[in-house]
């Protein structure tokens, strides 16, 4: 079946200018994360949609960041006036489940299963 | 401060070498998860560990749970060109619903 997708695949934007990323999820997963990677950086997590919960927005870095899940599928995660420091790969991915799942061992969190990325670029 | 501190950064190595990556941290882990990422690509989930001194096989991967839950190895045995990539390492720690993740070893496998 289709995996996670995204689009666009690049983005080159000017600084000060508002971008969207859109991604669409595996049908049927009801969690979908958003992270983002920097050069030489690990994946830093910005945000994550459970079902119908609000959203956790505890990794979002700045207030221009915002993100939005509609009808529980797509998802689009909105960059206001950009700057260079935004410049990085946007990953998405989607589980199952989300979140801690326990089944009679140590919580885990279920597979998630990322996209191919957005690379965004601020001049 | 990174949560999780992977070593090597960076490993060059040639086909049939064996190597071992790092994943440490001062904190306590419920889980811990390592991918591997594809220039191009979003990371891909090869193996989750659980439960503390546990180890898992997968073909010439061998991964381990740190007996005290705050770091994990992966060894890699004979590499071939196709075990290129970047390896990650990504733990779920107590009360949080989300993964922290480490920067990567990035390993290249030379014929």
């Known amino acids: 079946g289709a995996g996670v997708s995204q689009s666009p695949s690049n983005k080159v934007t000017e600084k000060g200018k508002d971008v969207e990323l859109r991604c669409d999820p595996i049908?049927?997963?009801?969690?979908l994360y958003w992270y983002r990677q920097s050069l030489g950086q690990g994946l830093e997590f910005l945000i994550y949609?459970?079902?119908?919960?609000?959203?956790?927005k505890s990794g979002l870095p700045s207030d221009r960041f915002s993100a939005e899940r509609t009808g529980g599928s797509v998802s689009t995660l909105t960059i206001q006036r950009t700057q260079q420091e935004d410049s990085a790969v946007y990953l998405c991915?989607?589980?199952?489940?989300?979140?801690?799942?326990?089944?009679?061992?140590?919580?885990?969190?279920?597979?998630?299963?990322f996209g191919p990325g957005t690379r965004l670029t601020v001049l | 401060t990174q949560l999780l501190e992977q070593s090597p950064q960076f490993l060059s190595i040639q086909e049939g070498e064996n190597l071992t990556v790092y994943c440490n941290s001062s904190?306590?882990?419920?889980?811990l998860q390592w991918y591997r990422q594809e220039p191009g690509e979003g990371p891909v989930l090869l193996v989750t560990v659980v439960t503390g001194g546990e180890v898992k096989k997968l073909k010439r991967l061998t991964f381990q749970f740190g007996d005290a839950r705050k770091d994990s190895s992966l060894h890699i045995t004979a590499a071939q060109p196709g075990d290129t990539g970047l390896y990650l390492c990504?733990?779920?720690?107590?009360?949080?619903?989300?993964?922290?993740f480490g920067k990567g070893t990035m390993l290249l496998v030379s014929p």
């Open positions: 949609f459970q079902g119908n919960s609000a959203p956790d």
């Open positions: 991915a989607s589980s199952i489940v989300g979140g801690r799942v326990t089944s009679g061992r140590a919580p885990y969190t279920d597979t998630q299963y």
């Open positions: 049908s049927g997963h009801t969690a």
């Open positions: 904190s306590v882990f419920s889980s």
């Open positions: 990504a733990g779920l720690r107590k009360g949080y619903s989300t993964l922290t």
